[in-house]
């Protein structure tokens, strides 16, 4: 079993920036990718960036290039989401999963283990 926990989420003005980490533990060497998705209210979760654990090869959602970064650190099983120039429109729940996949998963039934969301908020 994977659990993973996410902090860093907040409130923040447009413009700028939030970095959210996800700590991974357990059996976490069994999977493959780390991504991380959002939800706002009344809309489906939606992927927002990948990464994987060996070659840390990266993909972004298009809403987001540019603008966030996703990396990881092997050593401290952490994954993190370097959130810049933030807009009223990426205010969600943002969600770290990892999935045992072989290819670059960026639907949500491609993620195995999830963690229990952060908020983020962006004001105006």
């Known amino acids: 079993q994977v659990q993973l926990v996410e902090s860093g989420g907040g409130s923040v003005q447009a413009g700028g920036s939030l970095r959210l980490s996800c700590v991974g533990s357990?059996?976490?060497?069994?999977?493959?990718?780390m991504g991380w998705f959002r939800q706002a209210p009344g809309k489906d979760r939606e992927f927002v960036a990948a990464?994987?654990?060996?070659?840390?090869?990266?993909q972004y959602a298009d809403s987001v290039k540019g603008r966030f970064t996703i990396t990881r650190d092997n050593a401290k099983n952490t994954v993190y989401l370097q959130m810049n120039s933030l807009k009223p429109e990426d205010t969600a729940v943002y969600y770290c999963?990892?999935?045992?996949?072989?290819?670059?998963?960026?639907?949500?039934?491609?993620?195995?283990?999830w963690g229990q969301g952060t908020q983020v908020t962006v004001s105006s």
């Open positions: 999963a990892a999935s045992q996949g072989t290819k670059t998963p960026t639907r949500a039934y491609e993620y195995k283990f």
């Open positions: 357990g059996r976490t060497l069994g999977t493959n990718y």
């Open positions: 990464i994987t654990w060996f070659l840390g090869a990266t």
